[in-house]
């Protein structure tokens, strides 16, 4: 019990050598067998999450979700499954095939792979990269990249103007979730991400840096491009978006992304913030701590699904105007701070915790007051112009 994933690492490769092959390629082949495995349980969990999000929209919404296939609904995926597996592919004229295709693998491809860095407990991870947060950044931009080439190669103005829109949202919010990233390596003086959860043994970094969190949560949900940040899908305006000239299959790879992403971002969030497996005895029992980080993760998941179901979507203009006009300065702002304050607590000997989050305290009540202000100041605008308006009304008659 105190190291179960060694224990079936060392059988397998007990199992491998016994049949006569060398133990470099036994290892390569163990390693290409748990990545297979992980990216399979990973698509089957789909099922699952797609299911339960359904119900739960269903009953923040005050409707029901799922309710008619299987008990309580809960084969509802399963039949979307095979209706989408016996849809027609229609492929329009004029695209780009190469990148038409590769599009939707891409967009996958680059979700599952964040989970190779990613600790699930002590000892069960798919590898330690020393610039695991580097990672986490290029591999998870090649998902903008499969949206872009995705409408891009349809050959449709409404696919392209939902790229363009991707263009303009996924790569613009990644600029404060970048900048969120460095907090947490700021604070554990590492960029792996499995030292990132080691360094939260005393405390998580959601209590030294609550700011940074919600900065880089709100970045992950605008990313993701899910409600209230769905502008890459805008049914009024643009019909599907991006993906639009996809059907079967090929549409399914991105709705399995959408929700896989959504789970992702809890998966990163209870990692970096959250302490990750991290918990009473998950250092002697493996299983344990991957029981606490799937808990932490599902909590993050719940409340992105929260969000989505209770928000309306935005308009481009003030999705731009948040990122660019207060989530990016202030990230700035926090990172400035973080590395001020941690640098001056090491030196000082002041309890870094503390200091830490007096500072983020100091600054959410600056940001409070310069929002107050904000809106005062664009309500008086907006009552002198419909003063002005009353007035030049007024002379006209």
């Known amino acids: 019990m105190g190291d179960p994933f060694g224990l079936i690492g060392r059988w397998f490769m007990d199992l491998l050598t016994g049949w006569g092959m060398e133990s470099s390629a036994a290892l390569t082949l163990l390693r290409f067998l748990g990545a297979g495995v992980m990216a399979i349980v990973l698509l089957f969990a789909c099922f699952f999450l797609i299911v339960a999000e359904r119900k739960m929209l269903g009953r923040f919404q005050d409707r029901y979700g799922p309710n008619r296939i299987g008990p309580f609904g809960i084969f509802q995926t399963i039949a979307d499954f095979v209706k989408l597996i016996g849809k027609e592919i229609v492929v329009p004229a004029g695209i780009d095939k190469p990148l038409y295709w590769l599009a939707p693998l891409l967009v996958v491809m680059s979700i599952i792979g964040m989970w190779a860095v990613v600790p699930l407990a002590p000892g069960f991870r798919g590898t330690d990269l020393n610039v695991g947060v580097l990672y986490l950044v290029s591999v998870g931009a090649i998902g903008t990249l499969g949206i872009i080439m995705a409408g891009w190669s349809s050959n449709n103005k409404f696919a392209m103007l939902g790229a363009f829109r991707a263009v303009a949202q996924l790569v613009s919010y990644e600029i404060p979730m970048v900048l969120m990233l460095l907090v947490p390596t700021m604070l554990s003086g590492t960029m792996g991400v499995v030292g990132i959860v080691e360094a939260q043994s005393e ?56 929700f896989l992403h959504a789970f ?21 029992y493996p299983l344990l701590g991957l029981f606490y980080f ?46 001020v304050v941690n640098k001056l607590a090491v030196e000082q000997g002041w309890s870094r915790i503390l200091a830490l989050l007096a500072a983020n305290v100091v600054m959410a009540a600056g940001v409070w007051g310069a929002l107050a202000l904000h809106g005062r100041t664009v309500r008086r605008r907006e009552e002198e112009l419909r003063a002005g308006a009353a007035v030049s009304a007024s002379a006209a008659r």
């Not at 990313?223 to 769905?230: I, L, T, V």
């Not at 993906?243 to 790879?253: I, K, P, S, T």
Request: no cysteine; charged share 15%.
């Open 203 to 258: 405390m998580w970094f959601i209590v030294a840096a609550p700011l940074a969190a919600l900065v880089y949560l709100i970045s992950s949900i605008a990313e993701n491009g899910r409600a209230p940040f769905d502008l890459t899908e805008g049914e009024s305006e643009i019909v599907a978006g991006f993906n639009v000239e996809y059907g079967g299959l090929a549409f399914g790879m991105f709705y399995v992304g959408d």
């Open 264 to 284: 992702t971002v809890g998966a990163l969030f209870s990692t970096l913030f959250l302490g990750g497996w991290r918990g009473p005895g998950a250092e002697q």
């Open 294 to 339: 799937f808990l932490k993760t599902i909590a993050v998941w719940f409340v992105t699904v929260w969000i989505r179901g209770s928000f309306p979507r935005v308009r481009i203009d003030q999705l731009l105007a948040l990122n660019w006009k207060f989530l990016t300065p202030l990230a700035l702002l926090i990172v400035a701070v973080t590395a």
